[in-house]
């Protein structure tokens, strides 16, 4: 059940999940990081994308996962339209590394309702994301990075990051290709000269 959001559709599915979780939970809150595809479509970079993937919460309350399953039913929505599978992951990559400080700046914050509101992870995070998940035979992640736009000194620094989480030549040969395909050179940016 492959679905595609633009972004009035991820603001009108967050609406309803917003509607939902007010009248079964009046009291709660709930704060979204939004990273990935979801993050890009709604600062303009692309025009859609295939779910919302989350940063935190790293793990879904019980309320909300209630909300997300009953929006998914209603909307005949696939049942992970908002996923921590991108959690999970840099859950893993912290230890024994913490994250870059600027993995903490946000784009926007926006607003969904009284009871949700969203954050969109910063640019430089975003690019950082976009190109650990790029591989040569993969290019929905590379597609994403060509459409940010990223300048020299955004690219170096997330070489840098995914170099420090994985380091291994299949790795730096992926970078190589990846980079290649975006208009940059990886021994440029990493000094090596092969």
Known sequence: MATDFNKAQILDNLEILSEWLSVKY???T???VVVGGA???????KNQTKDIDLL???ILPAALK??????SRAKKLPPEWISTNAANIFKKLRSPKELPEYFNEISRTIEIGDNLKITLIGRQA???MKLLASTPSYSKHTDDLKGLHPRK????EAVRFVLSVDNDELRREDLRIVLKA????????TGNNK
């Open 182 to 189: 975006i208009g940059f050179d990886f021994d440029e940016l």
């Open 26 to 28: 009046p009291d709660d």
């Open 153 to 156: 000194t955004e690219i170096e």
């Open 66 to 71: 209630e909300g997300i399953s009953n929006v």
């Open 56 to 58: 935190l919460p790293e």
């Open 126 to 128: 975003l690019i950082g």
């Open 39 to 45: 993050a890009m479509a709604l600062d303009g970079f």
């Open 30 to 32: 709930f704060n979204l």
